[in-house]
């Protein structure tokens, strides 16, 4: 307004819709504010004034046969305020709905442009090149604008869905989906961290749940299911806060105890034994024990898979004696244990492959 030419048009058309205009952004401005306006309306009303105004503006310019100078100069000062209000629009409502608003919004432009070029070509009786310049010049500007800003936020919301994504993997890969626990990729990192470079004595309790199938099988999965997760909750209340504990898979846990001994390892595990199903139990109406095997680092084992094999065994071995006790592992009474856990993997593998190599062969024919 000061920079004003104080020429026919700024005085009376260009003054006036710029004060209106400023009215209403101040009006939207408040408005959004104060919190009467969600972001979005206030973006669509910005954008239906941005319209409205340069189609006004565009139809004026016409009709009121200004100088060529005035016209070229008043189309060049558009660019300073419509493409930042597209790529505004496009950043804070980035929708179908926004995008198709703002293509009719730039296929208007582009229309009352052409009108106004061919308008004063005609006046001329030649094509007005110096004017036919400076609209592409605004037309191409905003396009460009439109869809350089419209690639830039679709590009970062792939972005953004992509990283959601990997961590929604990240965190199924690490963490068990019905009970919130770590699962075994987090076990196994943990144990890499206790054992290398430097053993750090710790114990692990294979926690089992006795009878789970038969759970599942007379009350359903989903009494399963809230059976685990009240357990889950219990193991980590009765452990103690410095244990971590693991859902391997089904109905096998893992309590790791960093630093504690063997006599207080049988105790917190004993502990477990007794206390740890009762509220499982009462949620699904079933009384439920708990079988769990005992290894010890560095005393058992020191490494993470030797660790775990032991726990194993002396929980297996504890179902093979009437179930519901803690034991620990002990090579001289548990090594028989073991080697019948390996030859009924080792034959479980074999049994798969030929069938499913019979299966290939069978469908081949």
Request: hydrophobic share 45%.
């Amino acid at each position: 307004m000061v920079l004003a030419r104080n020429d026919h048009w700024d005085l009376h058309y260009d003054r006036p819709l710029y004060a209106v205009l400023a009215v209403t952004m101040t009006l939207l401005w408040w408005s959004t504010w104060q919190g009467w306006l969600s972001l979005h309306r206030s973006t669509q009303a910005l954008i239906g004034c941005a319209a409205i105004f340069m189609a006004l503006k565009l139809s004026l310019l016409g009709a009121v046969g200004v100088d060529q100078g005035v016209t070229m100069q008043e189309l060049m000062e558009s660019l300073s305020w419509l493409a930042p209000v597209m790529a505004w629009a496009l950043a804070t409502a980035f929708s179908d709905q926004m995008r198709r608003f703002l293509t009719g919004l730039l296929w208007l432009v582009a229309l009352l442009s052409a009108v106004l070029v061919a308008q004063r070509s005609f006046v001329l009786g030649e094509m007005d090149r110096d004017l036919l310049r400076v609209a592409l010049q605004l037309n191409l500007a905003a396009w460009v604008v439109y869809y350089g800003t419209g690639f830039y936020l679709l590009r970062t919301s792939a972005l953004s869905r992509l990283e959601s994504e990997q961590e929604t993997l990240r965190q199924l890969a690490y963490h068990d989906l019905l009970t919130g626990l770590p699962g075994r990729l987090s076990l196994e990192r943990q144990l890499d961290g206790l054992t290398r470079p430097e053993v750090q004595p710790f114990a692990l309790l294979f926690v089992d749940v006795d009878s789970f199938k038969v759970i599942n099988d007379t009350l359903g999965h989903a009494a399963g299911d809230r059976l685990l997760k009240a357990l889950s909750s219990e193991l980590s209340r009765v452990a103690g806060e410095n244990a971590q504990v693991f859902r391997l898979s089904g109905d096998e846990f893992v309590v790791l105890l960093p630093g504690v001994s063997g006599t207080e390892a049988e105790t917190i595990a004993r502990r477990i034994q007794e206390e740890a199903p009762r509220l499982p139990s009462a949620r699904v109406g079933v009384e439920t024990t708990l079988s769990i095997g005992l290894s010890l680092c560095p005393e058992d084992a020191q490494t993470p898979s030797e660790l775990l094999r032991h726990a194993d065994s002396a929980m297996y071995a504890v179902k093979r004696s009437g179930r519901g006790h803690v034991r620990r592992y002990r090579p001289d009474q548990h090594a028989a244990t073991e080697r019948f856990q390996l030859l009924a993997r080792e034959l479980g593998t074999r049994w798969r492959a030929m069938n499913c190599g019979w299966s290939t062969s069978r469908s081949s024919r």
